[in-house]
């Protein structure tokens, strides 16, 4: 199967031949038409003559360019070389990415493969728009901007679920599960798919580069990187596509 990018190529060629039979289709009736605005009676036949075989190209160079498209795009999508297509495509544009955990990370963005929609989920911006080029533009110009995410404040819904967790145990530096912080924050039916667990791994690494530790309450956050159990770590893939673990955290005043 001829790749993604190779496919739409040639479409593309069609189109753009197609677009040249309308124009002269255009053209021959225009033609057409100032022969009978004018009553040239002797060109008049030639024009209809004329523009009915440029119809009947257009017609042809259609038919040709809607049989040339047989591209099984379900099944292209959902396969690997989707995926491989698109991180090459991004890569070859200058743009950071890779997948790991069947995940790809183009930082500050997670991008997710919907198949059956023909879509990819950009975080939550759903793009339509699948060729490999035009993605890998579109992903470097994304990765370019200022992220949405604000360190300050998801600093501060962390203590908030932090403080619910340990309650009145009065505990400072505690340390509490990322997990049971993540199923605190996705307690809403359905939320978990709206919030997924890459998301807040990346939210939780965003958080860490940025240095921002201290709530408006004065208590610092600590990141446990690993414990016990490293299945029950949360895992995110740096910009520079390395692993990095992710356990628990603590607040504590200084």
Not at 9 to 19: P, W
Not at 151 to 157: K, R, V
Not at 159 to 173: D, P, R, V, W
Request: proline share 4%.
């Amino acid at each position: 199967m001829a790749s993604l990018e190779q496919s739409l190529a040639r479409t593309e060629a069609d189109a753009e031949a197609t677009l040249t039979a309308a124009n002269r289709v255009v053209s021959s009736i225009k033609k057409f038409r100032d022969a009978a605005k004018n009553g040239n009676l002797r060109e008049l036949p030639k024009m209809m003559e004329a523009a009915e075989q440029t119809i009947a190209a257009l017609r042809q160079q259609f038919a040709n360019a809607k049989e040339s498209w047989d591209f099984d795009e379900e099944t292209y999508i959902s396969s690997r070389v989707f995926h491989s297509e698109l991180i090459e495509a991004a890569r070859q544009a200058g743009v950071k990415i890779f997948e790991q955990f069947g995940m790809i990370y183009c930082h500050p963005y997670l991008i997710r493969i919907k198949p059956q929609e023909r879509t990819i989920l950009i975080d939550k911006i759903i793009e339509r728009r699948l060729r490999p080029s035009f993605l890998a533009r579109r992903l470097k110009e994304l990765q370019n901007r200022h992220g949405r995410f604000k360190p300050p404040a998801f600093l501060e819904c962390l203590f908030t679920a932090y403080s619910k967790i340990i309650l009145n145990q009065k505990i400072e530096g505690k340390v509490v599960k990322l997990f049971d912080i993540y199923d605190l924050l996705t307690l809403l039916p359905g939320q978990s798919k709206e919030y997924t667990k890459a998301e807040f791994a990346r939210d939780i690494y965003l958080v860490d580069k940025s240095g921002v530790s201290t709530t408006t309450q004065g208590f610092v956050l600590s990141l446990v990187p690993t414990g016990r159990d490293i299945k029950r770590s949360l895992k995110v893939i740096t910009e520079e596509g390395q692993e990095r673990l992710y356990y628990g955290i603590s607040f504590k005043r200084p």
